[in-house]
């Protein structure tokens, strides 16, 4: 059968990125982490000093997502996109009509052929709104600042699970209250909360919800 696009939506540490990488994998199809895009704009804006919306925008057209590591202008920005610093300020920088004007066009160029898992805040309701399979995916918030902390810690950052449950819970509330495609499960999204699965079990629970839809679909 022809190869879906699927969607991952969710908030702040469900285990998008990780269960797409192991969902793309397992599948064979290409992967796009949408919030390392955001996040790469948001090093640039930081680094450099860019505030202006419309300069903002120009730097966009410079990003370069291949599967795992990001550029932009040729430099290899991904060792600094979970930085602190980026984590407090990507809220407001996504939160730009204009900014998501164009980081959706090259998506939706990315996701054209289909056979991709895309993981984002947005695109189930607003990328891809015809995107064959679309889940939501969510844990607690205690759960996923616990996750959270663990990956930060394992890379060397001295953080505690109280600042980042708190930084968490401030940064759902900042994505799903903006006025440009909040953060919102979307009509037609499974829901699908792991708190109490492992990454492989998430992907195991989505290839059934793919099977499900699409009976001839084989993984
Ligand atoms: O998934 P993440 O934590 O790396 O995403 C970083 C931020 O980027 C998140 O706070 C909201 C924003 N984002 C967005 O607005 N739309 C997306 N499709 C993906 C991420």
């Not at 998501?100 to 607003?126: F, P, W």
Request: net charge negative; hydrophobic share 45%.
């Amino acid at each position: 059968m022809r190869k879906l696009s699927i969607a991952i939506d969710g908030p702040a540490g469900a285990g998008k990125s990780s269960v797409s990488k192991i969902l793309a994998a397992r599948l064979g199809y290409a992967y796009l982490d949408t919030g390392a895009m955001y996040r790469a704009v948001t090093y640039e804006v930081l680094s450099k000093g860019i505030f202006d919306e419309i300069e903002i925008v120009l730097m966009i057209n410079k990003i370069d997502k291949d599967a795992m590591l990001v550029f932009v202008d040729g430099e290899d920005v991904t060792p600094f996109l979970r930085t602190a610093d980026v984590s407090a300020h990507v809220s407001w920088v996504s939160a730009m009509a204009g900014v998501r004007r164009a980081m959706v066009k090259i998506q939706r160029k990315q996701a054209e052929k289909g056979g991709i898992v895309l993981d984002g805040r947005d695109i189930g309701t607003t990328v891809l709104p015809n995107a064959d399979v679309k889940i939501f995916l969510t844990a607690s918030a205690h759960t996923r600042a616990i996750r959270r902390c663990m990956e930060l810690a394992a890379a060397g950052q001295d953080v505690t699970p109280e600042g980042i449950e708190e930084d968490i819970e401030k940064r759902d509330y900042q994505d799903s209250h903006r006025a440009v495609s909040p953060l919102r499960q979307a009509d037609d999204a499974v829901l699908l909360d792991n708190g109490d699965l492992t990454l492989e079990e998430t992907a195991d629970a989505i290839i059934s919800i793919c099977r499900e839809k699409f009976p001839g679909f084989d993984a």
